[in-house]
């Protein structure tokens, strides 16, 4: 649930000034140019979406310095569940995660200089010139370290509920800090962001069921929606749909495929409030602040696409062919870029 007055009513402005004029010279415009580069690259290869959105940011440079970030931190998981379960592996992960902690609380918000180990990131430079300039809320970044770290080791979610708690933390905050990007720090916008988080998050959760179930042999469905009646049948369900890789729902039995389908709409159906809902407080938003919802456009297509041609079958090939997609996701962020209507 959205809660309100969740940032500081601090004055910022002298501060941003006073971090500006301090900003170090030894960061020179080819090094810059070199860390922009690098962030725009890992996106481009890691989100491709998101990248898209980035090329109509009034403020490219700090908003690929967050996605980078953020796209750095998400690999974490995917590194992890890619190596054999082990003690070792999750203290390797979490040495990762507290690794960029410590970057975040030493270069972007200490006063460690450019000879710190931690600032031969390019990520980590590229992130503490976007804050000098914008003056990013600590715990939306340090959020973002924890949502992910939270769900390391999660394998299914046990309600509806939780899968909601983390869409708002992974990803209504990286709009609250794109909204930052853009001067607006307020809670009418930051409600807006919080559906449209929570909608991208969901939908994101369905687009990935795929992936995980053919990589990592586990659902994103959370049990409670899922509503099998042991584990027993859980695993049964995650069989049936690997047993035909070209195919993954044709073994379904008759009471599987009911399952599967009331599971993947009732999703489905959650992320279609959120996102309507983030719709109809648009008018919350000031017209110059509209681009930070670009992100909306891709997942408000996926469900369009889903709940139409698809008939919620995830695996329906056409749901992510770049041939049928791509030019309509130009086309929908054209018009959301020039219209400020998502």
């Known amino acids: ?10 004055p910022r402005s002298c501060y941003r000034h006073l971090v500006r004029s301090m900003a170090s010279e030894e960061y020179s415009k080819e090094q810059m140019r070199q860390d922009h580069a690098h962030c725009v690259s890992l996106v481009r290869e890691r989100d491709k979406e998101g990248y898209l959105c980035g090329l109509l940011m009034p403020s490219p440079r700090a908003y690929f310095a967050l996605k980078a970030f953020n796209a750095e931190i998400a690999a974490i998981k995917d590194s992890h569940r890619s190596q054999q379960r082990s003690e070792g592996a999750s203290l390797a992960m979490q040495m990762r995660f507290q690794w960029w902690m410590d970057a975040i609380d030493q270069v972007i918000y200490g006063d460690a200089d450019n000879n710190n180990s931690y600032s031969h990131s390019p990520v980590i430079r590229s992130l503490k010139h976007a804050h000098q300039e914008f003056d990013f809320t600590r715990r939306f970044i340090e959020r973002l370290i924890e949502s992910r770290r939270a769900d390391l080791d999660v394998v299914q979610y046990s309600t509806m509920d939780d899968l909601i708690r983390y869409a708002e933390d992974s990803v209504s905050t990286m709009l609250y800090l794109s909204l930052e990007t853009l001067g607006v720090r307020e809670d009418a916008v930051d409600e807006v962001a919080y559906h449209a988080g929570v909608g991208i998050g969901l939908v994101t959760a369905i687009r990935s069921i795929p992936y995980n179930l053919r990589v990592h042999e586990n659902l994103s469905v959370p049990s409670d929606v899922l509503r099998t009646e042991s584990s027993r049948q859980r695993d049964d369900l995650i069989l049936s749909l690997l047993a035909e890789e070209d195919s993954p729902i044709a073994p379904l039995t008759e009471e599987q495929k009911q399952l599967w389908q009331d599971a993947v709409q009732e999703m489905a159906a959650v992320a279609s409030w959120h996102l309507s809902r983030a719709q109809q ?9 509209r681009v930070a919802f670009l992100p909306v456009v ?37 018009r959301t870029w020039l219209t400020g209507v998502f």
């Open 1 to 10: 649930m959205f809660h309100l007055s969740r940032r500081s009513t601090t």
């Open 281 to 289: 407080l648009q008018i919350q938003v000031p017209r110059n602040a």
């Open 298 to 334: 891709p997942s408000m297509l996926y469900l369009s696409q889903l709940q139409g041609p698809a008939q919620y079958n995830v695996f329906d090939p056409t749901l992510n062919d770049p041939s049928q997609r791509r030019l309509r996701l130009l086309l929908l962020l054209s």
